[in-house]
């Protein structure tokens, strides 16, 4: 064998740069399910169910154009000898391959999602003695090389100076030089609450029923993954890039038009609201951004969504996302560990159950053990702005969200986390911590409705946590975030209180954390 292919479960694109030059008279692919992959973190059975049916749908595409493909595959129960992990289960099969004299003369892969993948692959071509190719992703507007050069010799790193010049480039709503509208970003345009009424009635996305072989990988994680987080019993992701296509087409023709204006709205037992749950398919490479961010520009353009909708979710594809990649690959490893806030609180056990009285938390947690899935805002000012409030370490926030999420793969979740989320960073992906009371969540959701705490009130059997907390963390880290000028008015809020509704507002605080413990 000339070359061996790697395929990752998160590169499942069948033009990806580890094609180039496949010959199938002398090149073959590898893919393996391990056990490792599921466990490393106690991750939830639909994040597992997306990855091993989307795996295995395109295995068997690949076996249907030709191809030579050594697959692993997982079984209800453990097997004795099974590999468990990707280099024990690569170096397994380069040892049987050298047996019936079909070793490689190379390993080629695209460049994993994860630092960790990649050094455990690096590690096993070095053990077998083989070079290893490392091929740019090309799934990406931008490389890991690029946004190095954008950050040598800045000082901060901020969406906007990064998001402006791909418009630019790559010619995404502009006209003749400028952004189309007159302006770059439409920020001001979709932050809005629903009426008192609701949302109204929502189109569904558009399901996908699980086929034979997506079914026979629900059984399997439902026998061999039964203690792990989540529940199967609504899976309906798409697996395949046929169905990826067909869930990026509903979203563009019945809920993009109302995606920006609500955007970062909650509503209660309403998981989906105009949001596009495009990110799995994209992550895992099902779904071209390039496709993606192509058709809301067009939708745009024939007039059937408002500029602000298509500049909003445009600028989360083309901005965000290749943002915070960026800042992964060029902060890591040592990004992991960072800790700003010397955080250290365990995470709450409700995190893993949404037994809480906390209406939001409560919604939000069980939404995502049922579904496998929360939209940004829920993950931002529900379940990490808490986090970040009690001081939870964000290390354990940061592999709770990893294990929850179906579109969760390292690269776009850690920076997410640690940076966006919880300021563990110190600033660098966002210029200031998002915190904020308990009246945030009321004005943007109706969870403070029937909720047994008031997000007006920060002591007193019936205070809101979120608020207590809220004014704890800015007492708490007065000092560190007085360098900030964008805290300059919520740390005068501080001092406008007395001493005396400080003292009580830090043993209400020390009794939540207590409680919680």
């Given amino acids: 064998m000339r070359n061996l292919v790697i395929i990752l479960g998160d590169q499942l694109d069948r033009g990806g740069a580890a094609f180039d030059g496949f010959d199938k008279t002398s090149d073959g692919v590898w893919m393996a399910e391990v056990a490792e992959e599921s466990t490393h973190v106690w991750t939830h059975k639909a994040r597992i169910a997306v990855f091993l049916a989307a795996m295995r749908h395109f295995r068997d595409a690949l076996q249907a154009d030709g191809m030579a493909v050594d697959y692993t595959e997982l079984t209800a129960k453990p097997r004795a000898g099974e590999p468990g992990s990707l280099a024990a289960a690569l170096a397994a099969s380069l040892a049987a391959a050298r047996k019936t004299k ?9 460049e994993p999602g ?13 053990e077998a003695g083989l070079p290893l190719e490392i091929r740019t992703d090309r799934h990406f507007f931008t490389t890991a090389e690029e946004f190095a050069a954008h950050a040598q010799g800045r000082k901060q790193l901020r969406l906007e100076y990064f998001y402006r010049p791909l418009r630019t480039k790559f010619g995404v709503l502009m006209d003749d030089g400028e952004p189309a509208g007159g302006q770059w970003n439409y920020d001001a345009e979709n932050r809005g609450a629903f009426p008192k009424t609701g949302p109204g009635k929502l189109p569904a996305p558009r399901r996908f029923e699980p086929d034979r072989v997506t079914r026979g990988v629900l059984d399997l994680v439902t026998k061999r993954f039964a203690k792990h987080p989540g529940s199967l019993d609504h899976f309906d992701w798409p697996v395949t890039p046929a169905d990826a296509r067909s869930a990026l087409d509903d979203f563009l023709a019945h809920r993009l038009a109302n995606f920006g204006r609500y955007q970062d709205a909650i509503w209660t037992g309403e998981p989906w609201l105009w949001h596009s749950r495009l990110s799995q398919a994209m992550n895992l490479k099902l779904l071209d951004p390039r496709d993606v961010v192509g058709g809301a520009e067009r939708a745009w353009q024939k007039g059937k969504v408002p500029l602000e909708a298509a500049e909003g979710f445009i600028r989360q594809v083309i901005g965000w996302r290749e943002y915070v990649r960026g800042i ?47 939209h940004h805002i829920q993950r931002l000012m529900v379940t990490g702005l808490f986090a970040m409030l009690l001081g939870v370490k964000p290390q354990e926030v940061h592999r709770w969200y990893l294990a929850v999420y179906v579109d969760a793969v390292e690269w776009v979740e850690l920076p997410n986390t640690l940076g966006m989320s919880q300021f563990a960073d110190g600033g660098v992906m966002a210029s200031k911590p998002y915190c904020a009371t308990g009246a945030y969540i009321d004005r943007m959701s109706n ?48 001092s406008r209180k007395d001493a005396g509704e400080l003292r009580s507002i830090r043993r209400q605080a020390e009794d939540l954390k207590a409680s919680l413990g």
């Fill in 102 to 110: 079909r070793a490689p003369e190379r390993l080629v892969v695209v």
């Fill in 114 to 126: 994860e630092w960790r993948v990649r050094q455990a692959l690096e590690a096993a071509a070095r």
């Fill in 328 to 374: 992964y690959w060029h902060l890591m490893p040592e990004y992991l560990d960072r800790n700003a806030l010397g955080a250290e609180a365990a995470l709450p056990a409700f995190y893993w159950s949404a037994e809480t009285e906390m209406n939001c938390l409560k919604d939000a947690i069980g939404q995502t053990l049922e579904y496998g899935y929360a």
């Fill in 447 to 494: 969870a403070c409705k029937g909720c047994r705490y008031d997000p007006k009130k920060a002591t007193g059997p019936e205070a809101c946590p979120f608020t207590t907390l809220y004014w704890d963390f800015l007492a708490r880290h007065e000092k560190l975030l007085a360098k900030n000028q964008r805290m300059t008015m919520q740390l005068k809020n501080v």
